[in-house]
């Protein structure tokens, strides 16, 4: 894919990513070391093992990354509007995202770039929604 800049962008545009299939082993590796809280750690806890929502969007980062919606540009990101996690994921769930562009606008003190805000929508295998968020990220301008 090539490189895609700020006016190859359009709001509206959806784009979805490959999925990926989180385990109780994975589960239990990131909540012991950054989010050591019962429900995360003890896969016997009541109401059952869940993964972390640090690491459900951890998960969401990098299929958007590998995914490469701008090419071999970089998603550097400036911030989050809202971040959001209706249901839990659980072992053996199959997580994809789409991601919509909301808004492109350039960069008021940066002419060379601009500012994009997407809404990435987690969904599991039965398409219910597990995460979403909506950041905005910089995105070059092309170049003169």
């Given at each position: 894919m090539s490189?895609?800049?700020l006016e190859d962008l359009q709001v509206g545009e959806?784009?979805?990513?490959?999925?990926v299939t989180?385990?109780?082993a994975e589960i239990l590796d990131f909540s012991r070391k950054f989010d050591p809280?019962?429900?995360?750690?003890?896969?016997?806890?009541?109401?059952?093992?869940?993964?972390?929502g640090w690491h459900t969007g951890?998960?969401?980062m990098r299929l958007v990354a590998d995914a490469k919606p701008l090419?071999?540009?970089p998603i550097?990101?400036?911030?989050?509007?809202?971040?959001?996690w209706p249901l839990p994921v659980r072992p053996g769930d199959t997580i994809q995202v789409e991601t919509e562009i909301l808004e492109i606008r350039p960069s008021k003190s940066k002419p060379t770039h601009g500012i994009v805000k997407l809404r990435s929508t987690a969904r599991n295998q039965r398409g219910e929604v597990v995460f979403v968020?909506?950041?905005?990220?910089?995105v070059p301008r092309r170049p003169v």
């Open positions: 490189d895609r800049y959806k784009t979805k990513t490959d999925s989180i385990t109780e809280q019962p429900m995360h750690t003890d896969p016997n806890a009541e109401g059952g093992l869940i993964a972390s951890a998960l969401v090419g071999s540009l550097l990101g400036m911030g989050v509007d809202n971040m959001a968020v909506t950041p905005n990220v910089w």
